[in-house]
């Protein structure tokens, strides 16, 4: 008998790979949606468009807590894999208060319906290296304190710890994993990385002649997303809950990143970037860089992509669909 999966955020980037890769192992995938996407599925469903067929979506909000039951009573999933999120965070400092509500409302209501509907279910939750903010230490693990500089780290904070409560209160097989910057042609183009490569497609193509952005020296782990979610999956194969940092454990510039792009098509950086003041955060986090050592030895996972691997990918992406 199939096992059966069910994916909140499943229209987001993390949500297609994990999707396509749990069809590619056997699973029945559900997945959870606004209303809104299945009326408009040529708009919100562009990146599960191919794997339609294959899947069925739920309608429910996150807001809604007995619609999140609904959804819990009507698919008896094995797995959940918690992705849904406001997960922009320069918009969480322009909206505080509904990225905290949806973020940390929105767990509680999945990680509460679970408990009620479907004990056994084993829960994933998307947490964020954004929880470390202000590190203490470079690189960070599992046992670096978290100190989070903005209302996106602080709701995956209060995720990541309600996650734990649930484990150790309730009994539930439920893992976190602290995910660290994971990209490709999938990403949003409100994320940096994303906005970096479909400009200098478009700047290569002549559409555009400008690339505007922040904090240069802004320093992340950047992995690709189709990794990541295969170590979502290794966690809750494990029989004992954990949490996992996930990282390639290598960090680089966003000037690095936006230099690599510009050469990847014959053109250098600093004839077309120029920094936006409006673009830098209020509170900074200036480095983060992760130490997957425990999902490496515990879970068997492993990241073999290069940085340029990465750029090359979503530059080539951006240049086809330009």
Request: aromatic content about 10%; hydrophobic content about 35%; charged content about 25%.
């Amino acid at each position: 008998m199939k096992k059966r999966a069910l994916i909140t955020g499943i229209t987001g980037q993390d949500g297609s790979y994990l999707a396509e890769f749990l069809l590619q192992k056997g699973y029945e995938v559900h997945g959870a949606v606004r209303r809104v996407a299945l009326e408009d599925p040529d708009h919100r469903l562009g990146r599960i468009k191919h794997i339609l067929p294959e899947i069925v979506l739920h309608a429910a909000s996150l807001e809604s807590f007995p619609s999140v039951f609904k959804v819990f009573r009507d698919v008896g999933p094995d797995e959940c894999y918690h992705l849904a999120a406001q997960s922009f965070v320069s918009y969480s400092f322009e909206d505080e208060f509904s990225t905290l509500n949806t973020n940390i409302n929105g767990t509680h209501f999945v990680l509460s319906a679970l408990k009620e509907v479907t004990p056994g279910c084993r829960f994933y939750f998307a947490g964020s290296s954004e929880m470390f903010g202000k590190v203490a230490s470079t690189p960070q693990n599992e046992e670096t304190p978290f100190h989070p500089r903005s209302a996106y780290g602080i709701s995956k904070v209060a995720g990541y710890e309600l996650t734990r409560n649930y484990r150790e209160t309730y009994g539930l097989h439920a893992s976190a994993g602290i995910l660290y910057n994971h990209e490709s042609p999938r990403r949003g183009h409100e994320f940096v990385t994303r906005r970096i490569t479909s400009h200098v497609a478009r700047i290569k193509k002549g559409l555009t002649k400008e690339l505007r952005l922040g904090n240069l020296d802004a320093r992340r782990d950047w992995g690709h997303a189709r990794k990541y979610v295969q170590a979502m999956w290794m966690m809750l194969q494990r029989e004992t809950p954990d949490d996992y940092v996930i990282a390639t454990g290598v960090s680089h510039t966003v000037r690095e990143f936006a230099e690599r792009a510009f050469a990847h098509v014959g053109l250098d950086y600093r004839d077309h970037v120029a920094i936006d003041q409006q673009l830098f955060r209020p509170a900074e986090v200036e480095t983060l860089q992760g130490d997957a050592t425990k999902a490496k030895q515990r879970l068997g996972w492993s990241y073999d992509l290069t940085f340029d691997d990465l750029i090359r990918e979503m530059v080539e992406a951006d240049l086809a669909a330009s």
